[in-house]
Nanobody, 121 residues
Framework: QVQLVESGGGLVQAGGSLRLSCAISGTISSTRIMGWYRQAPGKQRELVAQITGGGSTKYADSVQGRFTISTNNAKNSVYLQMNSLKPEDAAVYYC???????????????WGQGTQVTVSS
């Protein structure tokens, strides 16, 4: 059973930094895309950053240059370093894992429980 467990959220002042971590267990699939999404009250969930198993990254325009996504060598943890935080970055942040099911060549999505990030102005 695939499990994603996030940690590292909290309260920070504007301009500060936080580092989110996501531990992934229960999968051996080597073809994966890992990412972070966020959802603020009254808004849709949006992609923040994404990293492939090969190390390619993608960022939302709003966080480019401030946030950095990374993984460990085993590709079973994903991190989000958030610098220069702004009040508009406040949201529940969700870890996401997309695994390729080779038998069907489709992607399965898995989610963590979410971690709250609050940024005070």
């Amino acid at each position: 059973q695939v499990q994603l467990v996030e940690s590292g959220g909290g309260l920070v002042q504007a301009g500060g930094s936080l580092r989110l971590s996501c531990a992934i267990s229960g999968t051996i699939s080597s073809t994966r895309i890992m990412g972070w999404y966020r959802q603020a009250p009254g808004k849709q969930r949006e992609l923040v950053a994404q990293i492939t198993g090969g190390g390619s990254t993608k960022y939302a325009d709003s966080v480019q240059g401030r946030f950095t996504i990374s993984t460990n060598n085993a590709k079973n943890s994903v991190y989000l370093q958030m610098n220069s935080l702004k009040p508009e970055d406040a949201a529940v942040y969700y870890c996401n894992l997309r695994l390729l099911v080779r038998a069907t060549m489709r992607w399965d999505d898995y989610w963590g429980q979410g971690t709250q990030v609050t940024v005070s102005s």
